[in-house]
């Protein structure tokens, strides 16, 4: 037995948690915590500053090793703003996460036409795109009146399926998928090859985007399987705990104990 030290974790930020601080208040905290590298949702406090971002970035030695889409790209306005795809290249991110688009299947003709979009930015840009399996419940619960995942948006081997015709690859969501061991699961096995960033978090019947020592999803299992198979893709950590909202602080000590898990991992 030997440290999982190939394995490196990343954690996602953004701009509602905390709403009211500075991202250097976020930066300087999560250096603490032991995380790899971050990926960044791109937000009204990133999208127009990059220096400041590089500049932090560089400070805390904490690399933006992805990016997430924005919450307007992600409601379908992508045609609107991509110039933020510019800015992964700029940071020396690897990839980027996007979202399917809501309340419609992958057969909708409107969902084909951004699916052409992400292959051409992908063929373009030169960048891996990654697209990530819906939830079957969105948080915050609100979000659920407004929108409905289309069933085969939530189907981790329809996704799978629509990457490989498109030339892209996959974020898969564990939190999304809601099993607690999906390396169990016999459609693990043929979406495998198509995953480039997995989404960690863990959940429960009533809560999601819990930390890694909470919840049921069997962490440890987990990530021996992926040692197993020679995964060579990305980890973020994307942990809504506990609140996806919060105003002036962050807990700190929920990511360094997530971090710890996944680094302290033998395989």
């Avoid at 992600?74 to 996460?97: H, N, P, S």
């Avoid at 309340?103 to 992908?122: H, Q, T, V």
């Avoid at 990530?132 to 948080?139: F, G, I, M, Q, T």
């Avoid at 459609?187 to 985007?209: E, P, Y």
């Amino acid at each position: 037995m030997f440290p999982m030290s190939a394995f490196k974790v990343n954690t996602s930020i953004f701009d509602f948690s905390p709403l009211f601080r500075d991202m250097e208040y976020l930066f300087r905290g999560l250096k603490e915590t032991g995380v790899d590298g971050v990926e960044l949702i791109v937000g009204y406090k990133s999208r127009w500053s990059v220096k400041r971002m590089r500049y932090l970035s560089e400070k805390y030695d904490l690399p933006i090793v992805s990016l997430h889409q924005p919450a307007w790209s992600g409601f379908g306005l992508t045609f609107f703003d991509e110039g933020f795809v510019d800015l992964a290249k700029t940071f020396g991110a690897k990839g980027i996460t996007f979202h399917p688009l809501m309340n419609m299947s992958f057969a909708d003709p409107r969902m084909k036409k951004y699916l052409e979009k992400l292959r051409e930015i992908r063929e373009k840009k030169q960048i891996d795109v990654f697209l990530e399996n819906l939830p079957v419940k969105y948080e915050p619960g609100l979000l659920n009146t407004f929108f409905h995942s289309g069933l085969d948006t939530t189907d981790v081997e329809k996704v799978a399926q629509i990457t490989r015709e498109y030339g892209i690859k996959m974020t898969f969501d564990i939190d999304h998928a809601h099993v607690p061991s999906p390396h169990q699961e016999a459609w693990f096995s043929r979406i495998f090859s198509q995953i480039g960033n997995v989404h960690l978090s863990s959940f429960s019947k009533d809560a999601n985007h819990l930390p890694l020592d909470m919840g049921d999803f069997h962490i440890q299992a987990f990530l021996q399987e992926l040692h197993r198979k020679n995964y060579q893709g990305l980890f973020t950590l994307e942990l809504h705990y506990p609140s996806l909202f919060t105003f002036f602080g962050y807990d700190f000590a929920m990511i360094k104990r997530s971090v710890d898990i996944v680094h302290g991992v033998t395989v």
